[in-house]
C-alpha cells in the first residue's frame, strides 16, 4: 500500500524532564557527567519550541530509577493507526516502557506491544510516509523487527530492515525525516545505499552529530553547534532551530530522542 500521510505533521509530544540520576546515564564513551542545570535549560528550550512549532507537550516529570529516561523516543512508537510499547535492549532501560505505558494508554485507543523475546528502540525506527525504516543495531535485533513487521503489517505498513553502522548507537543517530522525500543522513549511513529513491542531504564532515534532527511541523529542530549542516537546511529551504544539546550528547541522546511526536 503507498501512503501519503505525513510523518512529519504532529499535533502532540510526550517529554520527560532529566532528573539527578541522568549524571549516570548510558554513554558509549565518557566525556565527562553531564550538567543537570544546563541540561534542565536545554530541555527547557527543547519544550518551547515544540511548543512554538504548535505541539500540545505532555511534559513528564523526572523518574530517578531510571537515568535515559528523559529519552522518551525508545520507549514507543506512534504513528496514526495506534501506538507500539517498545522492548528497550539496554538492561537499564528496559523498566522505561512500563512507567511510559500508562500515559500511551491514556492517548491512544489502540495501543500494541513488543513482547519479546526480541528487542527494539524508538530511537531505531524512522517512520517515511512511505515505509517504516527500522536499524537492526546494538539495542534493536531481528527477533524485534520481526515482532514490529507484524504489528505493521496488520496496520498495512511495509517495514523495511537497514544495518546500524558499527559503533552508532541508533538508526536515527545518524538520520531524520525532513520531508516525505528528504532525509538528512551522514555519510557513513547514506553510502549503504539505505536511502536509494530519497533526496538525501548529507551532515558536513566533521558533523555527524548534526543528523539525530527533527521536522516538526514548519520547523527543523537540530543541535547547536553544527553551522555548515545547519547552513545547507537553510539553503534548502528549511526553518532551522537550533536548540543546546551539548549534556544529552555526553549521553549520546539529540533532538529525537528527547519526544515522542503524533
Ligand atoms: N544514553 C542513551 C542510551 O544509551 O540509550
Redesign the pocket.
Known sequence: MTRTDPSWQFTRAITRRPGESVTH???AVDTGAPDLGLMLKHHADYVAALRAAGAEVVELPPLEPFP?AL?VE?TALCLPEGAVLMRPG?PS?AGEVAEMAPVIRGLFAEVREIRGPGTI?G?DILFTPREVLVGQSA?TNAAGIAELRAILADWGRSLREIRVPDGV?HFKTDCSLLDGQTILATGRLAQSGCFDGYRVILTAPGEEAAANAIRYNDVVLMAAGFPETAESLRKAGYRVQEIGNSECAK???GMS?LSLRF
Request: glycine letters at 18%.
Open positions: 546515564g548510558l554513554r535515559d529519552f525508545d539496554a532501560r528502540e530511537g539495542r548507537l549521553l549520546d541522546g530522542c
